[in-house]
């Protein structure tokens, strides 16, 4: 299979949030991305919200996604997306999280804090990736460049 061109597809930076570790989520996404023909930053583990911010600010994203997997995602998830709402340049990208969010279980309100944030769109563990593909789908790449 030949690689997408250049300037195809979505420019997506890809984090975990501050307090998680964990790596191999990343490195699915962003196979996962580019597989799909998207362009893909992979900012890595353990990175703190002013790198995020800053990052987002220089490289113009039309998508920001966001992995956790250490159940602790909720709730730094909700202090990065304010900061990512609260730069001009940063405001109107759209931002998502996904992956194993809090450690409330099925049920928890982690959803709809999440989406009162700021969040797009919340893709919670053993959800799947079809609700993520559509998400891409609805996404015109170039919006913020």
């Known amino acids: 299979m030949a690689p997408p061109p250049p300037d195809s597809g979505?420019?997506?930076?890809?984090?975990?949030?501050?307090?998680?570790a964990h790596t191999?989520?990343?490195?699915?996404?962003?196979?996962?991305?580019?597989?799909l023909g998207h362009r893909v930053a992979n900012l890595g583990a353990c990175v703190p919200d002013e790198l995020l911010v800053r990052e987002?600010?220089?490289?113009?994203?039309?998508?920001?996604?966001i992995?956790?997997?250490?159940?602790?995602?909720a709730n730094d998830g909700r202090r990065v997306v304010r900061e990512l709402r609260g730069?001009?340049?940063?405001?109107?990208?759209?931002?998502?999280?996904?992956?194993?969010l809090g450690i409330g279980g099925a049920g928890s309100t982690e959803h709809a804090s999440l989406l009162d944030a700021g969040f797009d769109?919340?893709?919670?563990?053993g959800a799947g990736l079809a609700s993520f593909g559509s998400?891409?789908?609805?996404?015109?790449?170039?919006?913020?460049?």
């Open 24 to 35: 191999w989520n990343l490195v699915f996404l962003q196979l996962l991305l580019e597989e």
């Open 135 to 145: 998400f891409l789908r609805s996404l015109p790449a170039g919006v913020t460049a």
């Open 121 to 125: 769109a919340v893709f919670e563990d």
């Open 87 to 100: 730069h001009p340049e940063t405001a109107a990208i759209p931002v998502v999280i996904g992956g194993k």
């Open 10 to 20: 979505l420019k997506v930076i890809v984090s975990s949030v501050a307090s998680d």
């Open 56 to 65: 987002c600010r220089r490289q113009r994203p039309d998508l920001i996604v």
């Open 67 to 73: 992995s956790s997997v250490n159940g602790h995602g």
